[in-house]
T-cell receptor, first 112, second 112 residues
Framework: EADIYQTPRYLVIGTGKKITLECSQTMGHDKMYWYQQDPGMELHLIHYSYGVNSTEKGDLSSESTVSRIRTEHFPLTLESARPSHTSQYLC???????????FGEGSRLTVL | RKEVEQDPGPFNVPEGATVAFNCTYSNSASQSFFWYRQDCRKEPKLLMSVYSSGNEDGRFTAQLNRASQYISLLIRDSKLSDSATYLCVVNRGSGSARQLTFGSGTQLTVLP
């Protein structure tokens, strides 16, 4: 089993609230990613990091921000949640085998 | 046109059947290819890489046709536990998952 953890698993929150989705991995991987996935749809890359103090935006524009102060920790923050942010957010890290992403179990966010 | 296209299905097959999924990709510079499996409401997990010469892993066979820009996954003697969504993943570069593009997946249900 992959050692990558996301919290919270489920979050229902009101519009305008600030939220932080946590992601931690204990595998020592440098490269980490955040994907957004709606039901039945493909994963879209929203943020990635190649290591400490490295963060970049992905293919899908997102109002969220990320930070990478420690190798094992890659939190995602929404300053002011809106209903359009309702989705599943999946954190992943890249293993040592080509193309092998290890995903967390996801954070399902519902903004009312 | 999407960069990676898959037949969404669903494919409903009886236990023991052989089923095949195809996936086409638009970027001829794509360098490596993978199949991921995603169970309902779970995170994706790497099923197998796809090599140019084709490769097998137990009941699963993956093939690549670079000229026609498609990859396939064949599942023989399907089991109930094979029920999942199968994601075709294409890497436009080498190494970094920054260039991994996910298809929207093909849903498989194996019936008793």
């Amino acid at each position: 089993e992959a050692d990558i953890y996301q919290t919270p698993r489920y979050l229902v929150i009101g519009t305008g609230k600030k939220i932080t989705l946590e992601c931690s991995q204990t595998m020592g991987h440098d490269k980490m990613y955040w994907y957004q996935q709606d039901p039945g749809m493909e994963l879209h890359l929203i943020h990635y990091s190649y290591g400490v103090n490295s963060t970049e935006k992905g293919d899908l524009s997102s109002e969220s921000t990320v930070s990478r102060i420690r190798t094992e920790h890659f939190p995602l923050t929404l300053e002011s949640a809106r209903p359009s942010h309702t989705s599943q957010y999946l954190c992943a890290s890249l293993g040592f085998r080509a193309g092998e992403l290890f995903f967390g179990e996801g954070s399902r966010l519902t903004v009312l | 046109r999407k960069e990676v296209e898959q037949d969404p299905g669903p494919f409903n097959v009886p236990e023991g059947a052989t089923v095949a999924f195809n996936c086409t990709y638009s970027n001829s510079a794509s360098q490596s290819f993978f199949w991921y499996r995603q169970d309902c409401r779970k995170e994706p997990k790497l099923l197998m890489s796809v090599y140019s010469s084709g490769n097998e892993d137990g009941r699963f066979t993956a093939q690549l046709n670079r000229a026609s820009q498609y990859i396939s996954l064949l599942i023989r003697d399907s089991k109930l536990s094979d029920s999942a969504t199968y994601l075709c993943v294409v890497n436009r570069g080498s190494g970094s998952a920054r260039q991994l593009t996910f298809g929207s997946g093909t849903q498989l249900t194996v019936l008793p």
